[in-house]
């Protein structure tokens, strides 16, 4: 098992450039989540689903849009990137059965220049 | 909204020395993670507390919920350099969504 797939590791934008980060996790997992890392400013959830079809807002949400597009993979897309996008991107999903214990990605290191 | 605090936020130790660190939450939890992220890497789950009061232990380190289960701590001894890292703390509110608030982490640096 794979656990929880990240692509791109890495990526340079331009502000204004468009693009969009997958995940995607092979545990059979309901739910899925977007962090951003900042500096001193610990995980920060963007967006959740908790189920294929549903996705909801957390605490950051502006200036993204997120695709549940199936159980597996959970697309997280910046329209317009602007500098203060710039982040550690986590992915991350679990099981909604007796436990709460998420699985994180390796990360998508973002930055907009 | 509900917010979960780490204290300190750096702590600095000589190896060999305990310590111990601090979570407290503005609400009351379903439950409560710990998690550590070694520098450049990802998060990693360590343990979750449930019940009221409970304690949990993994080798050197030892983790505990309150009794009105909105605060938690981790104690570690005798602190080694494979330590290293940031651990954090997350809890679900109870009756809450699916969404965990993680606090803003405790960064761990040892002195060899």
């Known amino acids: 098992n794979a656990g929880v797939t990240q692509t791109p590791k890495f990526q340079v934008l331009k502000t204004g450039q468009s693009m969009t980060l997958q995940c995607a996790q092979d545990m059979n997992h309901n739910s899925m989540y977007w962090y951003r890392q900042d500096p001193g400013m610990g995980l920060r959830l963007i967006y959740y689903s908790a189920s294929e079809g549903t996705t909801d807002k957390g605490e950051v949400p502006n200036g993204y849009n997120v695709s549940r597009l199936n159980k597996r993979e959970f697309s997280l897309r910046l329209e317009s990137a602007a500098p203060s996008q710039t982040s550690v991107y986590f992915c991350?999903?679990?099981?909604?059965?007796?436990?709460?214990?998420?699985?994180f990605g390796p990360g998508t290191r973002l930055t907009v220049l | 909204g509900q917010q979960v605090m780490q204290i300190p936020q750096y702590q600095h130790v000589q190896e060999g020395e305990d310590f111990t660190t601090y979570c407290n939450s503005s609400t009351t939890l379903s439950n409560i993670q710990w998690y550590k992220q070694r520098p450049g890497g990802h998060p990693v789950f360590l343990i979750q507390?449930?019940?009221?009061?409970e304690v949990k232990k993994q080798k050197r380190l030892t983790f505990q919920f309150g009794e009105a289960k909105k605060n938690s701590s981790l104690h570690i001894t005798a602190t080694q350099t494979t330590d290293v890292g940031t651990y954090f703390c997350?809890?679900?509110?109870?009756?809450?969504?699916?969404?965990?608030?993680f606090g803003k982490g405790m960064k761990l640096t040892v002195n060899p």
């Open positions: 991350a999903s679990k099981t909604r059965v007796l436990t709460d214990t998420q699985y």
């Open positions: 507390l449930v019940k009221s009061g």
């Open positions: 997350a809890g679900r509110k109870l009756g809450g969504s699916e969404k965990l608030v």
